[in-house]
Nanobody
């Protein structure tokens, strides 16, 4: 079992930055691929980014490439999502998730989910 807790969400103006954190507890954090997804009202859950446990390979959704950066600190059992050049369309609830194995980008591959943190970008 893995417990995940997100933090760092909030209200920011367009063009600003936020850093989300995901603190994990339970099973060995370093053996899971960590991912971020988001869901805006009335829309489906969208893949944002993922980072593998082994080589730290990173994957990004097309809408955030070049603006968001995912990272992890296995010593702290924490994953991060640095979000720069934020746009109003980035407004959503952001979820942290953990998947067993070295590569995962689809929501069904992730077994554990946090409660989510709200990010609101004003224009």
């Amino acid at each position: 079992q893995v417990q995940l807790e997100e933090s760092g969400g909030g209200l920011v103006q367009a063009g600003g930055s936020l850093r989300l954190s995901c603190a994990a507890s339970g099973r060995t954090f370093r053996s899971y691929t960590m991912g971020w997804f988001r869901q805006a009202p009335g829309k489906e859950r969208e893949f944002v980014a993922a980072i593998s446990w082994s080589l730290g390979s990173t994957y990004y959704g097309d809408s955030v490439k070049g603006r968001f950066t995912i990272s992890r600190d296995n010593a702290k059992n924490t994953a991060y999502l640095q979000m720069n050049s934020l746009k109003p369309e980035d407004t959503a609830v952001y979820y942290c998730a953990a998947a067993p194995g070295s590569v995962a980008t689809l929501s069904w591959q992730f077994d554990y989910w946090g409660q989510g943190t709200q990010v609101t970008v004003s224009s």
